[in-house]
């Protein structure tokens, strides 16, 4: 009987509760207040599924975020690979504005000393240093080229052809130590010679020698090749006077001359096509 009675105390409580919730629901948007045993279910609840919701947020951010790290992962080698290229179409562009710079100052050269017939060439080889002392470019008797040609790049003189193969010619600048070329001071018509120098050579730059001590020489004089040369022919812009020293027991001074080439930086030439042989 006791047993009985349990149960059918605990189904009687059972029952009510399951009443009392199902009033609750049907009951909460036309009540103004709760019962206490309402309020006592509420205080449970309530707080169990803000844990709940909760918890399912922590669970999906930790999800998404792992999500977002493989797709910013992938974002940041697509950005490093489109920066890479273009870095890359950057520099070419930087060589191509490089390259027409140059062919720009060629084509000026060529009008400048339209009078003389040219070929153009490209750089392809140096003796070792920082200078173009001696060096090769590609072209040679199969394009007509010759020894002792002169050749010009920039704004005037580099130097002559020394040697020629079928496809390939040796050049020696101005600022090579056996390099000479006979010149005149344009500002004042006075001869002189432009010479190679061995310490000199180490900066870039010339010697002119035979200058006669009365001549009025300046800072800044152009010097061009002369007409008493038997290679290079006269009007040739070679460069400008950067210092001078006189020699008071002698009767010439001598001055080191600035090229107007660039002899640090060649890639592309003119070959003047004038047979001296």
């Not at 153009?120 to 040679?140: C, H, L, Q, S, T």
């Amino acid at each position: 009987m006791k047993r009985q009675s349990r149960f059918t105390m605990r189904t009687v409580i059972r029952a009510i509760i399951i009443i009392s919730l199902v009033s609750m629901v049907l009951t909460w948007e036309t009540r103004q207040t709760t019962s206490p045993v309402e309020q006592s279910i509420t205080y449970v609840i309530i707080p169990f599924q803000k844990g709940v919701t909760y918890f399912g947020d922590w669970v999906k951010g930790r999800v998404d975020f792992v999500s977002n790290i493989g797709k910013l992962d992938q974002m940041n080698e697509d950005l490093v690979l489109e920066v890479n290229q273009l870095r890359y179409q950057n520099k070419l562009l930087e060589l191509d504005k490089l390259e027409l710079e140059r062919l720009r100052e060629l084509f000026e050269l060529d009008k400048r000393y339209a009078d003389y017939p040219k070929t153009g060439a490209r750089v392809i080889g140096k003796d070792p240093g920082n200078w173009y002392e001696v060096f090769i470019i590609d072209k040679g008797t199969n394009d007509n080229i010759k020894v002792n040609m002169v050749v010009m790049a920039g704004n005037g003189l580099v130097g002559r052809i020394i040697e020629v193969g079928p496809n390939y010619a040796k050049v020696r600048s101005i600022i090579d130590d056996t390099s000479s070329v006979s010149s005149i001071i344009l500002r004042t018509s006075d001869f002189c010679t432009v010479s190679g120098d061995k310490k000199l050579g180490d900066d870039g730059l010339c010697l002119i020698e035979y200058i006669e001590e009365n001549v009025n020489l300046v800072e800044g004089d152009e010097i061009v090749t002369s007409h008493l040369g038997e290679i290079y022919p006269p009007g040739i812009l070679i460069g400008t006077v950067k210092s001078i020293e006189s020699n008071p027991n002698k009767l010439t001074k001598t001055a080191v001359l600035e090229p107007v080439v660039d002899f640090k930086h060649l890639e592309e030439v003119l070959v003047i096509n004038i047979d001296e042989e």
